[in-house]
């Protein structure tokens, strides 16, 4: 198993969860993280430091297509390890449904 990044990242992109990764493991995109499924050790420790609550084990139901985000988009995108500013508006933006729909982009992040 792994744990993965999911829709409520999306926008909201606080970045704590990359302070606490033993692996460091995320990477970034312009408005998401992702984790790298295969270099997650499924610790478990990032899942409650997200402040979107958007991190889940992918044991859960219903998440293969996030973690087939996760795995193709951790491959393109750069790493991060530092915490980042979050968006202004990530609070505004928390809680708000089908943003993958709505705002997702594939382009890379600057990584730190
Ligand atoms: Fe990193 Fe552990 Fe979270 Fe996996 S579960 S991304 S190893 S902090
Ligand atoms: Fe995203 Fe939560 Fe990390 S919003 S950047 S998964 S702390």
């Given at each position: 198993m792994t744990y993965v990044v999911t829709d409520n990242c999306i926008r909201c992109k606080y970045m704590d969860c990359v302070e606490v990764c033993p692996v460091d493991c995320f990477y970034e995109g312009e408005n998401m993280l992702v984790i790298n499924p295969n270099e997650c050790i499924d610790c478990g420790v990032c899942e409650p430091e997200c402040p979107a609550e958007a991190i889940l084990p992918d044991t859960e139901n219903g998440l293969e297509k996030?973690?087939?985000?996760?795995?193709k988009f951790s491959a393109e995108w750069p790493n991060i390890t530092v915490k980042g500013e979050a968006p202004a508006d990530a609070d505004e933006m928390s809680g708000v449904e089908n943003k993958l729909e709505k705002f997702f982009s594939p382009e890379p992040g600057e990584g730190s």
């Open positions: 996030w973690l087939e985000l996760n795995t």
